[in-house]
């Protein structure tokens, strides 16, 4: 079974340039989750999709953030325009439900490297 | 303050040590807890899930205190491929369907 994948693997941009990270989770996971960790901080939740609906997107930093999940398969978070402070490693992680909604693991993808210039 | 707090380390110890590390969180609804391992520049994966009781698997041990809101992890025989970051990580819904709180995380390096 494939994991989770993340496109691409690194980015460079310069401030102001917009960029679209992609994430596919792991096929029939409704839950999609994205984190961000910003050199020397912790990783940080962004926001939960649960198939396509926004579940939680109370760590999205601003409004120049914009994440999509159309059709409930794949994932997109598109940084419009992008700030020097945006640098950092951005994963995807994705979960199952069981019926009986019991603890399920959050995998996570190899992460997109931004940095901005 | 932080949801969830960490010794950075970094830990070095020899092969066939035993190295403890321990954490903090903030939120006293948090209701599952974990410890992931990250190896340098890949992702964080489940290295186990903590529960009430305390619980082994293999060479780890891992123990909650919700009185104290503290989390341990213990690594007996430590080995090579033991190198790593292990982060502490928390969750206030009683599954992982929700968001997860992350510590800074503690480095180990295991030396022959």
């Known amino acids: 079974e494939a994991g989770v994948t993340q496109f691409p693997s690194h980015s460079v941009i310069e401030k102001g340039q917009t960029v679209t990270l992609r994430c596919d989770p792991i096929s029939g996971h409704d839950n999609l989750y994205w984190y961000r960790r910003v050199m020397g901080k912790e990783i940080k939740f962004l926001l939960h999709?649960?198939?396509?609906?926004?579940?939680?997107e109370s760590g999205m930093p601003n409004n120049r953030f914009l994440a999509e999940r159309t059709g409930g398969t794949y994932s997109t978070l598109k940084v419009q325009p992008a700030e020097l402070e945006d640098s950092g490693v951005y994963f995807c992680?994705?979960?199952?439900?069981?019926?009986?909604?019991?603890?399920?693991?959050?995998?996570f993808g190899p992460g997109t490297r931004l940095t901005v210039t | 303050r932080k949801e969830v707090e960490q010794d950075p380390g970094p830990f070095n110890v020899p092969e066939g040590a035993t190295v403890a590390f321990n954490c903090t969180y903030s939120n006293s609804a948090s209701q599952s807890f974990f410890w992931y391992r990250q190896d340098c520049r890949k992702e964080p994966k489940l290295l186990m899930s903590?529960?009430?009781s305390g619980n082994e698997d293999g060479r780890f041990t891992a123990q909650l205190n919700r009185a104290s809101q503290y989390i341990s992890l213990l690594i007996r025989d430590s080995k090579l491929s033991d190198s790593a970051t292990y982060l502490c990580v928390v969750n206030d819904r009683g599954s992982t369907l929700g968001r997860l709180y992350f510590g800074r995380g503690t480095q180990l390096t295991v030396w022959p």
């Open positions: 903590v529960y009430s």
């Open positions: 999709f649960v198939k396509e609906s926004k579940q939680d």
């Open positions: 992680a994705s979960s199952q439900v069981r019926r009986d909604r019991t603890y399920y693991e959050q995998y």
